[in-house]
């Protein structure tokens, strides 16, 4: 490298670490992140923390910067500045490694540095960036490696260790490593930096699994998980798009700017046909190293998230840019006009994405801080949406929560203070709303977790003739009836559910009741309970309401010889919630 080479290579990497230093994120967003935090505070890959296959050398570089006293997100962010600050060396080296010129290794490292979805997902707590550049660091050692020993071995030491972060990387290594190892001439060093390799990543996933609760309940985990992306995520899930619709997703636009996409696209579609044309090996290596990966993120991964997952080959398509750049440039003049233009393209779109996190704390965070101010832990529960189950797990474990899949239960039995936490805006009365606005980061991330809510539950069914006064123990309520019941339930629109457990005294009954339910006056349903605790569920059109519960037995304690109570019981009410929904 000449003088002014070495400066602008200092230069580039200072000007991408400054940005990654202002545009770090104030908390974590998205459900993966905290995933991540959750797995900092007890790792056990069999309750996603984190999900599958655990990420092991990940955490295990959070957990020692944790150790400096910072909190489990920064510590996950930390991770990727230093992988930010990393970006454009490691891009510079393995472009140079490849023999490319130093104009098309600089371009394609600040092509790369900038692309929306790696600067954004870049100042999070994911994995992928951190990953990414490991990954790239270790190509480049492994191409150095074909003519030093130390470079090889040293490839292979972090192309494992960048297995150990994401088995993916394994993949994207293969060909860098055939490339080295084709041209070594001491089997022995091939063979014990293999072995060494090969340790690195069994026992980081040893490791993983150990922490875990063991293989068996490990590989279990696995199983589910990869039985989930075949059945939801993958080409062979019934409701993904078909896979020529999603070229365009994976491949042309994983983020939506278009101007940026349809630059970046024409200029590799432009190096791709030149160099199978001239047999460019550069680029054929790029192509072979990362495009096995491509298709299986097209083939198999979440085509909602291709924004971040393709974060895992975006070098390849960095470097296949600028080197279209470098194809249509007759003069270097020319070629670094054309890289920076684009590049300062890209910068100032993204800019507004990633001020956007770093200026506030995302609408997850916005909803568990007002709980938090409003809601007592002692006193209160919080029911959770399962959208927002991570999110109460780490943040609300103080409190007590309950999961649903259902919408808010407007009107319960249980008197304590309630709140319904969801993701997405809500238009219950009272509801509160927190948002974010859908500008350009709604064009790279994935549209989730734009909004959340909260509702404050203090309606509570208003019983009339039949029902006994209510009665408790601790913090658990219900109600007695006689042979018949009245509850008011407020009317609710469009659709309402009706979800109630009941204890019906069977053990002291001569006989099963029948018990019949009826919904403004209409009969809804009939039970006869074979077990004490029976459940009802619901659903049920606008302005229905008066609910009518029947039972035509019933027993009365003290003149059957059953103990001191005097009054007549037909079923007791442990539950009930009058729950708002949507169809």
Excluded at 312 to 319: D, E, H, M, S
Aim: hydrophobic fraction near 50%; aromatic fraction near 12%; glycine fraction near 6%.
């Amino acid at each position: 490298m000449s003088g002014r080479q070495k400066v602008a290579l200092v230069v580039a990497t200072i000007a991408v670490a400054a940005t990654r230093v202002w545009g770090s994120a104030r908390a974590p967003w998205d459900w993966d992140e905290i995933l991540f935090s959750l797995a900092l505070r007890h790792y056990d890959v069999a309750l996603h923390h984190p999900h599958p296959p655990g990420f092991p050398f990940f955490i295990a570089l959070a957990k020692g910067i944790r150790a400096f006293g910072l909190t489990d997100f920064h510590s996950l962010q930390a991770v990727n500045l230093v992988a930010g600050i990393a970006l454009v060396p490691a891009a510079y080296f393995l472009g140079r490694e490849l023999g490319l010129r130093f104009s098309t290794s600089l371009i394609a490292a600040l092509f790369l540095a900038f692309f929306p979805n790696v600067w954004f997902f870049g100042e999070t707590a994911f994995s992928d960036v951190p990953s990414m550049v490991l990954v790239v660091f270790a190509c480049a050692l492994l191409l150095r490696g074909a003519r030093s020993d130390s470079a090889y071995v040293s490839g292979v030491v972090a192309l494992a260790l960048a297995g150990a972060m994401r088995p993916q990387n394994l993949v994207i290594g293969f060909a860098p490593l055939v490339v080295a190892t084709w041209q070594r001439r001491k089997p022995w060093l091939t063979v014990a930096a293999g072995i060494g390799g090969c340790l690195i990543v069994i026992g980081s996933y040893t490791v993983a699994a150990e922490a875990s609760g063991g293989w068996s309940r490990y590989r279990e985990a696995i199983q589910a998980h990869q039985k989930y992306i075949t059945e939801t995520d993958s080409f062979l899930s019934p409701l993904r798009p078909p896979l020529h619709h999603l070229l365009d997703d994976f491949f042309v636009r994983p983020y939506h700017a278009p101007l940026i996409n349809f630059c970046v696209t024409a200029l590799a579609l432009i190096s791709i046909g030149t160099s199978i044309v001239r047999r460019r090996a550069p680029i054929l290596i790029l192509i072979a190293a990362f495009a096995p990966f491509c298709f299986a993120a097209w083939l198999l991964l979440d085509h909602f998230s291709a924004s971040r997952f393709s974060i895992g080959y975006a070098p390849l398509i960095a470097f296949l840019a600028a080197d279209g750049v470098t194809l249509i440039s007759r003069y270097q003049t020319v070629e670094w006009i054309a890289g920076l233009a684009l590049t300062i393209v890209m910068f100032v779109w993204t800019l507004p994405a990633v001020d956007l996190p770093r200026r506030s704390d995302s609408p997850p965070l916005q909803a568990i801080h007002w709980i938090q101010t409003h809601a007592d832990p002692a006193r209160s529960m919080v029911i959770v949406h399962e959208g927002m189950g991570p999110y109460a797990e780490y943040f609300l474990d103080r409190y007590r929560v309950d999961w649903t899949l259902d919408g808010p239960p407007v009107a319960r039995l249980d008197p304590r203070p309630g709140f319904y936490l969801k993701e997405g805006r809500s238009d219950q009365p009272g509801a509160v709303n927190f948002s974010w606005p859908r500008e350009h980061a709604w064009d790279i991330a994935r549209r989730r977790y734009f909004e959340a809510s909260v509702l404050s539950l203090k309606v509570r069914p208003h019983f009339l003739a039949g029902w006994y006064d209510e009665e408790s123990s601790g913090t658990t309520v219900w109600r007695w009836m006689s042979g018949r019941g009245t509850i008011e339930l407020p009317p609710l629109k469009p659709w309402a559910r009706l979800r109630m457990r009941l204890f019906v005294p069977l053990h002291v009954m001569r006989g099963t009741p029948t018990i019949t339910i009826r919904m403004n006056g209409s009969v809804i349903g009939q039970l006869r309970p074979t077990q004490p605790f029976p459940q009802f569920v619901r659903d049920f059109g606008p302005d229905q309401h008066a609910l009518e519960i029947e039972t035509d037995r019933i027993v009365n304690p003290r003149r059957e010889h059953l103990g001191n109570d005097s009054r007549d019981l037909g079923l007791r009410l442990d539950q009930l919630e009058w729950i708002a929904i949507e169809r």
